[in-house]
């Protein structure tokens, strides 16, 4: 079956605007997960979703982050007014459950310029 | 909070050498161990994972063993190719925890001919 899809793969925007970044999981898994891939922090966790239990938005770094997850499936990732800092690549990745040794499948990511 | 360093790279060596790549974490309890590998050009995977001390995971000719005493899940291949050339990421999900994963920074491995 399909993988994780996340959209675009690449994406170039001006500094101050908005962006939003697309994740399709595997069908039928139950937890998403974001994630921030860049040079200078490593990869970072952002939010997870589990069903219909509220998000653990910890690892978000400011309010201008948010994420949703509509009707369990797929989740959207939303920067407002984006700044240079936010470059990195975006990764999303499901897991067909939210136990800890479960495997998680990760997206090839969204690739983020703030120019 | 949890953490997991693993030693820096780029780690360059011949085909059929012995690789090793260190990984050490900082965690309370009995967290759950995983090697990820992200090929060029393509996504993060799981290579493999342990769930609790003295298990081994092994994949594709890979080794790791968790070492509760040492706090460490060094990765290991007796005799490497050109086609392990990949970034691999040492990380854990905390014990009590859902999986989020923490992880090191990445050790990039070029193997060449």
């Given at each position: ?9 690449n ?25 921030r ?62 136990e ?16 | 909070?949890?953490s ?9 060596l ?9 990984c ?26 342990a ?36 970034v ?12 989020k ?13």
């Amino acid at each position: 079956g399909a993988g994780v899809s996340q959209s675009p793969s690449n994406k170039v925007t001006e500094k101050g605007k908005d962006v939003e970044l697309r994740c399709d999981p595997i069908s039928g898994h139950t937890a998403l997960y974001w994630y921030r891939q860049s040079l200078g922090q490593g990869l970072e966790f952002l939010i997870y979703f589990q069903g219909n239990s509220a998000p653990d938005k910890s690892g978000l770094p400011s309010d201008r982050f948010s994420a949703e997850r509509t009707g369990g499936s797929v989740s959207t990732l939303t920067i407002q007014r984006t700044q240079q800092e936010d470059s990195a690549v975006y990764l999303c990745a499901s897991s067909s459950n939210g136990e800890r040794y479960t495997e998680a499948f990760f997206g090839q990511g969204t690739r983020l310029t703030v120019v | 909070g949890d953490s997991v360093t693993q030693m820096e790279g780029p780690v360059t060596l011949s085909e059929e050498a012995f690789l090793t790549i260190n990984c050490t974490y900082t965690a309370t309890g009995y967290p759950s161990l995983f090697w990820y590998v992200q090929y060029p050009g393509e996504g993060l995977q799981l290579l493999l994972k342990a769930t609790k001390a003295d298990d081994k995971g092994s994949n594709k000719g890979f080794e790791a063993t968790y070492r509760k005493e040492t706090t460490s899940f060094h990765l290991e291949k007796g005799s490497v190719q050109v086609s392990d050339s990949a970034v691999y990421f040492c990380a854990l999900t905390p014990s009590g925890g859902y999986n989020k994963l923490i992880f090191g920074a990445g050790t990039r491995l070029a193997v060449h001919p």
